[in-house]
Every structure is written in structure tokens, then in C-alpha cells.
Nanobody, 126 residues
Framework: VQLQASGGGLVQAGGSARLSCAAS????????VAWFRQTPGKEREFVAL????????YYSDSVKGRFTISRVNTNNTAYLEMNNPRPEDTAVYYC????????????????????WGQGTQVTVSS
């Protein structure tokens, strides 16, 4: 397993939660990392991404201002801090990674990422 997502569970609306993505790859600090989410019957959708250094981050409009993506390269781990979650944020959350770094701003498709974690369920209760 190269990416391991964790930290999901039951979260109260308006609370907070932090998801972790632990990577067992060499040169983690060369990877772009992203979070996606998926609900039953729907396609996996982009949530956030972070470039190799952590200096560039991008978010979907639905989570901008509430979620924060970050990474600690010395720990080979990326995070998704979910603040003020809403019931509509309920989904299985997946972390993904890829060595592409030259078009980070446009990497919002599942096809842009070669590595995927197994997913972690987040349920936001109202």
C-alpha cells in the first residue's frame, strides 16, 4: 500500500476533523497530493490539492474557506483539515498522489493521479 488514508468517522456539523494520508513512497517531496471524495452513485470529485513544497494549494468552490490541505514532507504525510463541515460533505474521502508538478493548478481530475489510497468514510451529522 503506497497511500493510506485515515481519520474519518462521525463528525458533528460545525465541528472539525482531520484526515491523514500517509505515503510509503520514495521522494514523497516530489509528489503533488490531492484529496477527492465520492458519494454513492456519483463520480469521484476533486476537493483540494497541494504541490510538492506545500506553497501552492487549490480547492473546490464547495470547500474553499472551510477545508485546509497541508503536508509534512519529513513525515511523508499530507492532511485535510475539515472545519465547519456540513452534512453535504459526507462522503468517502480518498487521497491521491502523482509526480507531475508542472501543471499543478489544473490537476483536478482522477486521471491526473497514479497513486490512490483506499478511502476513509466521513459522515457529518446535523
Amino acid at each position: 500500500v503506497q497511500l493510506q488514508a485515515s481519520g474519518g468517522g462521525l463528525v458533528q456539523a460545525g465541528g472539525s476533523a482531520r484526515l491523514s494520508c500517509a505515503a510509503s513512497v520514495n521522494y514523497f517531496d516530489t509528489y503533488t497530493v490531492a484529496w477527492f471524495r465520492q458519494t454513492p452513485g456519483k463520480e469521484r470529485e476533486f476537493v483540494a490539492l497541494i504541490n510538492w513544497s506545500g506553497e501552492l494549494t487549490y480547492y473546490s468552490d464547495s470547500v474553499k474557506g472551510r477545508f485546509t490541505i497541508s503536508r509534512v514532507n519529513t513525515n511523508n504525510t499530507a492532511y485535510l483539515e475539515m472545519n465547519n463541515p456540513r452534512p453535504e460533505d459526507t462522503a468517502v474521502y480518498y487521497c491521491a498522489a502523482d509526480t507531475q508538478s508542472w501543471r499543478v493548478a489544473t490537476m483536478r481530475s482522477v486521471n491526473d493521479y497514479a497513486l490512490w489510497g483506499q478511502g476513509t468514510q466521513v459522515t457529518v451529522s446535523s
